[in-house]
RNA sequence: GCGGCCAUAGCUCAGUUGGUUAGAGCACAAGAUUGUGAUUCUUGGGGUCGCGGGUUCGAAUCCCGUUGGCCGCCCCA
């Protein structure tokens, strides 16, 4: 039993664990790159303040925090938002528009390990900055959907959710709550689906019991599931800030439907994300059996750049993470199996041959094939089994007799069919055989 | 931070009312087989039974604590 154990949350990535996670990562990095973002990367580790100031105080228990050498208070990273907030920031006159960025990196939290989190675990996350209007949500939530789906995941198997903190504030404010009333409510919203009624328990303790008619009003709300429900229940009110709105959620439905994604996505306004920096379309993803966490979430956060230093700049993003997103393609059965491949197993007789063999698999190495040979000294017929177990489609022969006549005798593992080529030809011989195969 | 269940070889597990030196399959390695493959056979390495304490003549087994894991609550940027 081993003496030390990694920390609690913290995963191991074992040679196949590791394939899976790459796997996940290049479908992301392929995907966002064809959507013309530009990939990113920041410090693992920040000022604590960094994420006080976004997030307040109380964000440092969920923190992997501490009093560096120099004394100052630093955090591992929760998150990536702050930080490209940050960068973008810095150099937002000097970035050609418009913003579109993405970045994979690890993430660290303290909190209780569960199914579906862990202390630390990747994200992949992509941003649009200084577009207002819904064509940025248009382009995200787009990325967003086929992120997921280029696993080969359906809108059997996922969906996202689409809601918008604006028209919530909208739609309270008519019925005449207060503003902070307004962030109770959202909250009990919040928690709704899961805790039903005694969701609203902590709204009523701070601001008093809710009038059994607005009550009824915040559920009709919450039950609206189309763009006509919408409007319907939203035409009572009217205003110029709310048609404006509207106008906008028509343009990002349409657009999305335009992209071919309407069976991905649901009007749904029991999503309204929990801290509050979120100022207009939110939105999350979940598998369609409702039995794993959030995939992905997101939404538009225009104040936050200005917030921590920048200057005034619209921005929306989401991330998705790593730990559901294989669990999901677990239980759906596409993770492909992963078998690192050998293209050439060289059969060496002993030490002398050794000497020879070293030469071809050195060039054939440098030339692009994965070659791999014994380590040590092995019976022909333990190197021959081991060459089918690495998965090589070619063997070449370094025998005594072979060097004798100034040949390597060539197997073909797959019909076993050998035949000898002069020593200096093997390159060109190994060349032809796969250059041949690919046809 | 709170509660429930669990912990024996790298993995999956067995281990009788507490009783000799804790087992099996898989995996790994060596040999049978010193120049030609997936089978087969033989053999081997690997365990302070998660850790610490207690009860007992004797603990993998019973009791307490602790650490870790899974699940739920809080939280979820």
Known sequence: ?????????????????????????????????TFGFQ????????????????????????????????GREVALRPEMTPTVCRLVGAKANALKRPIKWFSIAEFYRYERAQKGRERAFFQFNADIFGEPGPEAEIELIGLLVQCIRSFGLTAQDFYVRLSDRNLWFYYLEALGFTEAQTRGILGAIDKYEKMGDDAFNAYTETHGALAPESKDKILAFLGVKSLAALEQILASIGGEKLAARLLDWRKLLGGLEAMGLADFVEVDFGVVRGLAYYTGFVFEAFDRKGELRAIAGGGRYNDLVAKLGGPDLPAVGFAIGDVTMGLLLEQRGLMPAFVQTTDVYAVIGGEAERAAAFGDIFALRAGGYRVEYPLKDAAFGKQFKAAAESGAKLALIYGTEELAKGVVKIRDLSDRSEHEVPRDQVFAAVRDFFSGGAE
Request: aromatic share 16%; proline share 6%; hydrophobic share 35%.
């Open 39 to 70: 990939e990113y990367d920041a410090p693992v580790l920040e000022p604590l303040e960094l994420y006080k100031t976004k997030s307040g105080d109380e964000i440092e228990a969920q923190l992997f925090s501490f009093t560096d050498k120099g």
């Open 1 to 33: 039993m081993a003496q030390f154990q990694s920390l609690p949350g913290f995963r191991e990535f074992y040679p196949e664990a590791f394939a899976r996670r790459n796997h996940i990562f290049r479908l992301w990095r392929q995907t966002a790159n």
